[in-house]
């Protein structure tokens, strides 16, 4: 049963526009939250994070916004740049393990 | 330079034999997590661990085994009786005692040929 849930496997966006990458979760025990982008044949990187005490977080162009009360999460890059394309995957954990959803690829388009 | 190494990058293994992965890190880091990626999916836990001499099966351990001697190190092996083996493998740490990031390796290339 997958506990996280990135239902669009792909977006594709205009440079300068906003992209907004969502994901899901059903374990309500899962209280810290991230985003992290990866590369072919590399290891996934760090984006951003929240606590499940927030409701959102900001850094730069990228926010992440936690609705608890819907299991859901999304992860909002403005403005979207060509660089910014890559897989976006996020993450739930509680104390102990980490689930990852199974990614959406984000294109940004000149 | 702090971090976490896998290795090696890539990996050829014949049909019925074992292979171990390592996994090593300098961070300090108490967690750590194998994933397995396949070709246009995501990142499935197959084992993870908080402590040293201490670890939980995830999503798909099935023909897998690690162990967790030194805080360090984190091996992975892939046994003869994991059916579909070939697979891209990450390791991963965290700190923050389940509350920071995790940070990833490089990852693995495993082929059976």
């Known amino acids: 049963d997958q506990q996280v849930k990135q239902n669009s496997p792909s977006l594709s966006v205009q440079e300068g526009r906003i992209s907004i990458l969502n994901c899901d979760y059903t374990?309500?025990?899962?209280?810290?939250f991230l985003w992290y982008k990866k590369y072919p044949a590399e290891g996934p990187t760090f984006l951003i994070s929240i606590s499940s005490i927030k409701d959102k977080n900001e850094d730069g162009r990228f926010t992440v916004f936690l609705n608890k009360s819907a299991k859901h999460l999304s992860l909002h890059i403005v403005p979207s740049q060509p660089g910014d394309s890559a897989v976006y995957f996020c993450?739930?954990?509680?104390?102990?393990?980490?689930?990852f959803g199974a990614g959406t690829r984000l294109t940004v388009k000149p | 330079d702090g971090g976490i190494t896998q290795s090696p990058k890539y990996l050829f293994r014949k049909e019925g034999q074992n292979v171990t992965l390592s996994c090593e890190q300098n961070l300090n880091h108490d967690a750590m997590y194998w994933y397995r990626q396949d070709p246009g999916q995501g990142l499935r836990l197959i084992y993870y661990?908080?402590?040293?001499?201490?670890?939980q099966k995830g999503d798909i351990a099935e023909g897998y085994s690690v162990s967790r001697e030194k805080k360090e190190s984190f091996p992975l092996t892939v046994t003869s009786a994991q059916k579909n083996p070939t697979a891209f493998y990450l390791c991963a740490s965290r700190g923050g005692q389940g509350y920071g990031e995790a940070f990833f390796g490089q990852g693995t290339r495993l082929t059976v040929v």
């Open positions: 374990n309500s025990m899962f209280d810290y």
């Open positions: 661990s908080q402590i040293v001499n201490d670890f």
């Open positions: 993450a739930a954990s509680d104390n102990n393990d980490m689930r």
